[in-house]
């Protein structure tokens, strides 16, 4: 393992490869030219991505902080998600996950912003929303998106896919919108 890589064993099991890693230390940079900071509001991650961005010795300079909500609940009390967006859409889905990233944003106040709430398993899938199904939001400054995906793997690997994902979207936005 190089000298700038470094394992989550506590969460996943599995050393943080050198992909990650290195996507980890662009993200730093890009967040940092901007002097932007970055918030996450996880769910199925459970505070990975936000325990992967503070391995990173330094982080402090552009990683504010997470609010890990994973229940109902704490989606609604902390992220000021609507009753109604979870009665009609439930937990994974487009319109909780832009109304996490949105909550995350007003409630930390970052410029960057993901949320992640997703079906790790290997129980909670149905027909129409099966394991490995993943919901994202994205709020940079004034623009915000959702995503969904479908990971494959055991529970740790949808996870771990998940927080990929997440860093590459953010690097591919602040690379296109310089």
Not at 56 to 65: P, R, T
Not at 95 to 113: K, S
Not at 146 to 157: A, L, S, V
């Amino acid at each position: 393992m190089r000298e700038q890589d470094f394992q989550l064993t506590g969460i996943f099991g599995v050393n943080l490869e050198t992909e990650l890693s290195e996507s980890l230390h662009a993200l730093a940079s890009l967040l940092k030219q901007r002097y932007w900071r970055l918030g996450s509001a996880e769910s199925c991650t459970g505070g990975g991505l936000a325990y992967a961005c503070t391995a990173l010795s330094g982080s402090s300079d552009w990683f504010e902080g997470s609010i890990v909500s994973y229940s109902n609940a704490m989606k609604i009390n902390l992220l000021g998600v609507p009753v109604e967006t979870l009665k009609a859409f439930g937990a994974v889905s487009h319109e909780t996950a832009e109304a996490m990233v949105r909550g995350l944003q007003t409630a930390l106040g970052v410029q960057a912003a993901v949320s992640i709430t997703g079906i790790a398993g290997p129980t909670g899938g149905t027909a129409n929303k099966p394991v490995g199904t993943v919901c994202f939001g994205f709020a940079m400054d004034k623009n915000t998106w959702t995503d969904i995906q479908y990971f494959h793997g055991e529970r740790d690997e949808v996870r771990r896919q998940s927080i990929i994902y997440a860093v590459s979207q953010i690097i591919k936005y602040l690379r296109e919108n310089k």
